[in-house]
């Protein structure tokens, strides 16, 4: 089975700008949670989508958004983007979350700077 | 709110030795606890994990305790060799759709 893919791996954006990224789960794979990892805070946790429905949202700001697709890929985007934002987003899928409390797979994360 | 701190955040042992990694979680209705491996500039990846159903859960030189009265849970690597230096993180799963990290440990295993 192929593992989670994160799309694009890289980018480099100015302050004011917007972000979308992607993530495709594992195949039969229904939850996509994302994440922001910047050194020394660990994996904040950004939303969870199951169905095309968010399920919890962390303590971030509205520019950060998601959405899910029908076939389970999902992206979040970032508006108005701060210097701040820059980290390592991952999103990492499992079957289905929630009361199963499934294993999560990480995707390779897409490194993004704000310059 | 909902919390895990995660102690040491920097471990350093000689190989062949044990290393423990601590954290504590909030909210007492977590019932999953996944620790997860991150080599550099590589992804997260589970290595081991408990429920809260069960004390305490080994494979082969991993092991990890849950204390749930005290709201610990705690990693023991044992006969430690490089390979096993990285960033530890460890994670209570709240209920929720919501998984919630520790600020992880940087493990480095000396030679």
């Known amino acids: 089975k192929a593992g989670v893919t994160q799309t694009p791996r890289y980018l480099i954006k100015t302050r004011g700008q917007q972000v979308t990224l992607s993530c495709s789960p594992i195949?039969?794979?229904?939850?996509v949670s994302w994440y922001q990892q910047t050194p020394g805070q660990g994996l904040q946790f950004l939303f969870e989508y199951f169905s095309e429905t968010q399920r919890n949202k962390g303590n971030f700001p509205g520019r950060f958004s998601g959405r899910q697709f029908s076939n389970s890929r999902s992206e979040m985007n970032v508006s108005t983007l701060e210097l701040g934002d820059s980290a390592l987003y991952l999103c990492?899928?499992?079957?289905?979350?929630?009361?199963?409390?499934?294993?999560?797979?990480f995707g390779p994360g897409t490194r993004l700077t704000v310059l | 709110g909902e919390n895990v701190e995660q102690h040491p955040s920097t471990l350093s042992v000689q190989e062949g030795d044990s290393a423990v990694i601590k954290c504590t979680y909030s909210d007492s209705a977590s019932n999953y606890f996944p620790w997860y491996k991150q080599e550099l500039g590589k992804r997260p990846q589970l290595i081991i994990d408990?429920?809260?159903?069960?004390g305490e859960k080994k494979d082969q030189r991993i092991a990890v305790t849950l204390n749930k009265t005290a709201k610990h849970f705690s990693l023991h690597i044992t006969e430690t060799q490089p390979e096993d230096s990285a960033v530890y993180f460890c994670?209570?799963?709240?209920?929720?759709?919501?998984?919630?990290f520790g600020a992880g440990t940087r493990l480095f295993v000396k030679a």
């Open positions: 195949s039969g794979h229904r939850s």
């Open positions: 990492a899928s499992s079957r289905a979350g929630g009361a199963f409390t499934d294993t999560q797979y």
């Open positions: 408990i429920r809260s159903n069960v």
């Open positions: 994670a209570a799963y709240t209920g929720g759709f919501k998984t919630i």
